[in-house]
Nanobody, 119 residues
Framework: QVQLVESGGGLGQVGGSLRLSCAAS????????MGWYRQAPGKQRELVAV?????????ADSVKGRFTISRDNAKNKNTVYLQMNSLKPEDTAVYYC???????????WGKGTLVTVSS
């Protein structure tokens, strides 16, 4: 059973930083992509940053230059992080870890972690 457990959310200050972690387990298939999405109140869920095959990364335009996705290569590639710098109020959202299975395209989601950015 696939489990994605996020941590590191909370209250951040405008211009400050937060770091999110996602620990994945139960993955015994090829991964097409792994990373982070977010959903702000009243808005659709959107991609934030993901690793795709070959360790390529894809970022939303709104976070480029501020957020960095990384993975823990010392252990395995099933732990990913999101370093969020220069936080803005519009970064307030529930952040979800996602794994997309290759070939089937099935998505697996964590329960989400709330990030609130206040001034």
């Amino acid at each position: 059973q696939v489990q994605l457990v996020e941590s590191g959310g909370g209250l951040g200050q405008v211009g400050g930083s937060l770091r999110l972690s996602c620990a994945a387990s139960g993955i015994f298939f090829r991964i097409a992509a792994m990373g982070w999405y977010r959903q702000a109140p009243g808005k659709q869920r959107e991609l934030v940053a993901v690793f795709t095959r070959g360790d390529s990364t894809n970022y939303a335009d709104s976070v480029k230059g501020r957020f960095t996705i990384s993975r823990d290569n010392a252990k395995n590639k099933n732990t990913v992080y999101l370093q969020m710098n220069s936080l803005k109020p519009e970064d307030t959202a529930v952040y979800y870890c996602n794994v997309r299975r290759e070939y089937t395209g099935v998505d697996y989601w964590g329960k989400g972690t709330l990030v609130t950015v206040s001034s």
